[in-house]
């Protein structure tokens, strides 16, 4: 079976980049939801407390027990059920769901600005404030979520510009229903790095931490590096001689007038490498598939007996025509993680 390796190095580059621009280690959030971006939960948790990261976030209540003894506070996303626990914030992304959270649960506003997926809308602001009062939730932050902090538009800047509304109305609104200061957060990765001088509670960073971020050229940030590979070992060789075609369909043939060798290696779409990879993708080495990627098996023109996958996947994701958090968190969970 194919294997990961984590390099602890760049993580703790990417994080000091991040912290440099959040001012403060407090202020970053990781996000950990789906697996650690198919990174691995624990192992990015204990990454994380070792570097002294004190807040995450999460999905799922389950995901957030999971870690809840490396981190001091954890924000739930998206979760309809509770889990009793001091550290563990739940998200209200929608105005009719404050009355199912228990009495005293801790709770973080979503207020829509602009993306239009989940959160109450910014007039809903004062009912959504008076029903959590009356439910007897305990509301410790307002945030909010970009839709476009990645691309190079004034799409941040008016969005900003509406959080900005809601964080005034937010604080007067907190003072006449007697709830305690407020904190406030708005950025992913991307938003964080629009930001010259920033300035909120905190930043929930994902993709950067893990090295794969990417922004128009004119956004470019220097010096983030990717955090996971993927490695695969040779089961098998063979010669393969002009016409002979590879694997599945035949997609893939020898042309060459000289004998050539493909090696199949022990990695395929069964371990969450992406199908849309095909012939053509080629290995950071330079080395080139042959073929279609098959459940656990996928060939290359090779004889070695170990290959490097990808080790950016942004580069695999480009083959593929999508983004690298769909290329990363497809990575599945039984895959074996080592940290380097
Ligand atoms: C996933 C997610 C993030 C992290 O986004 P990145 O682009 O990976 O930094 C932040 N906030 C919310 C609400 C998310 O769902």
């Known amino acids: 079976m194919a294997y990961i390796t984590l390099n602890k190095n760049n993580f703790f580059n990417n994080l000091d980049i991040i912290a440099n621009r959040t001012k403060s280690v407090d202020k970053i959030a990781l996000v950990l939801k789906d697996n650690a971006y198919g990174h691995g939960l624990l192992e990015m948790a204990t990454l994380a407390k070792e570097y ?17 003894s490396f981190f001091e506070y954890i924000l739930v996303l998206a979760d309809n059920t509770t889990c009793e626990n001091e550290k563990i914030r739940y998200t209200i992304n929608d105005i009719k769901s404050i009355k199912e959270f228990p009495k005293g649960t801790k709770v973080e506003l979503k207020v ?24 007897e939730l305990l509301l410790e932050a307002v945030f909010t979520h970009h839709r476009s902090a990645d691309e190079f538009t004034s799409e941040w800047f008016w969005q900003r510009e509406n959080f900005k509304k809601v964080k005034e109305k ?62 695969a070992n040779r089961i098998s060789s063979r010669e393969v ?59 290359f023109v090779s004889d070695k ?36």
């Open 52 to 68: 002294g990261v004190k807040k995450a976030v999460v999905r799922t209540c389950k995901e957030a027990q999971k870690v809840e």
């Open 112 to 135: 829509d600005t602009g993306m239009h997926r989940n959160g109450i809308a910014m007039d809903e602001l004062e009912a959504a404030f008076l029903k959590i009062k009356e439910a």
């Open 170 to 231: 937010s604080r007067v609104l907190a003072k006449e229903f007697g709830f305690s200061e407020l904190r406030f957060h708005s950025s992913n990765s991307a938003a964080l790095f629009r930001w010259t001088n920033f300035d909120e509670d905190m930043a929930r960073v994902g993709i950067a931490a893990y090295g794969c971020m990417k922004l128009p050229n004119a956004l470019h940030v220097e010096k983030f590096k990717p955090v996971l590979s993927l490695w």
């Open 241 to 299: 001689k002009q016409g002979h075609r590879v694997g599945y369909g035949g997609d893939f043939e020898a042309k060459e007038e000289c004998v050539c060798v493909i090696s199949n290696y022990n990695f395929g779409y069964g371990d969450g490498f992406l199908r849309a990879c095909a012939n053509g993708y080629k290995t950071p080495h330079g080395i080139e598939l042959s073929g279609r990627i098959s459940m656990d098996n996928s060939s």
């Open 305 to 340: 007996d170990e290959i490097l996958v990808f080790n950016d996947a942004r580069e695999a994701a480009s083959y593929a025509k999508t983004i690298s958090y769909e290329v990363l968190t497809s990575l599945k969970a039984d895959l074996n993680r080592e940290i380097v």
